[in-house]
T-cell receptor, first 112, second 112 residues
Framework: ETGVTQTPRHLVMGMTNKKSLKCEQHLGHNAMYWYKQSAKKPLELMFVYSLEERVENNSVPSRFSPECPNSSHLFLHLHTLQPEDSALYLC???????????FGPGTRLTVT | GEDVEQSLFLSVREGDSSVINCTYTDSSSTYLYWYKQEPGAGLQLLTYIFSNMDMKQDQRLTVLLNKKDKHLSLRIADTQTGDSAIYFCAESIEAAGNKLTFGGGTRVLVKP
């Protein structure tokens, strides 16, 4: 499959649950990103991985834990989330850090 | 500093031209991008322009860059109902590791 894929597309979880979001790209890109998109807020960059090393962590609460096992896969592990964490979580990749971003379709997360 | 601003909303009649405007504050930007987001989807890269260019045309899309005024615009010719979406501009700043900074998005509504 081409492009950036994300699973699941929709997720509803309680505040005590643990879940993971998955992102995958087979474009040969070296950098991968997690963004959060909330209603009425600008797009927020959460994490950046370049060559599987985390190079940016924008003051994200520890209840979000990223993992990049290889250059094609990126995970976002979620635990004890809050209702205000409900948002669209977008994964993106780029050839090199700072190049044009290609986005996945996003995971719509609802925390109840 | 990094600040990218867009107007919130644009309404246009089908067949007319749309012009979406964006202003940015950092004069050291290297690339400027336009992304489109349709409901329930991720961001789709539409086009981009290198900062030493004034204009780029790609089929119905024309990007104009005024570096002096730090103003970027996207013109969509012969706007169609399928062009209804949120459009984001973004700048890439070399001094910040080519990190992309996004505007808040302009919601374009095309009326038949």
């Amino acid at each position: 499959e081409t492009g950036v894929t994300q699973t699941p597309r929709h997720l509803v979880m309680g505040m005590t649950n643990k879940k993971s979001l998955k992102c995958e790209q087979h474009l040969g890109h070296n950098a991968m990103y997690w963004y959060k998109q909330s209603a009425k807020k600008p797009l927020e960059l959460m994490f950046v991985y370049s060559l599987e090393e985390r190079v940016e962590n924008n003051s994200v609460p520890s209840r979000f834990s990223p993992e990049c096992p290889n250059s094609s896969h990126l995970f976002l592990h979620l635990h004890t989330l809050q209702p205000e964490d409900s948002a669209l979580y977008l994964c993106a990749s780029s050839q090199d850090r700072g190049g044009a971003l290609l986005f996945g379709p996003g995971t719509r997360l609802t925390v109840t | 500093g990094e600040d990218v601003e867009q107007s919130l909303f644009l309404s246009v009649r089908e067949g007319d031209s749309s012009v979406i405007n964006c202003t940015y504050t950092d004069s050291s930007s290297t690339y400027l991008y336009w992304y489109k987001q349709e409901p329930g989807a991720g961001l789709q890269l539409l086009t981009y322009i290198f900062s030493n260019m004034d204009m780029k045309q790609d089929q119905r899309l024309t990007v104009l860059l005024n570096k002096k005024d730090k103003h970027l615009s996207l013109r969509i010719a012969d706007t169609q109902t399928g062009d209804s979406a949120i459009y984001f501009c973004a700048e890439s700043i070399e001094a910040a590791g080519n990190k992309l900074t996004f505007g808040g998005g302009t919601r374009v509504l095309v009326k038949p």
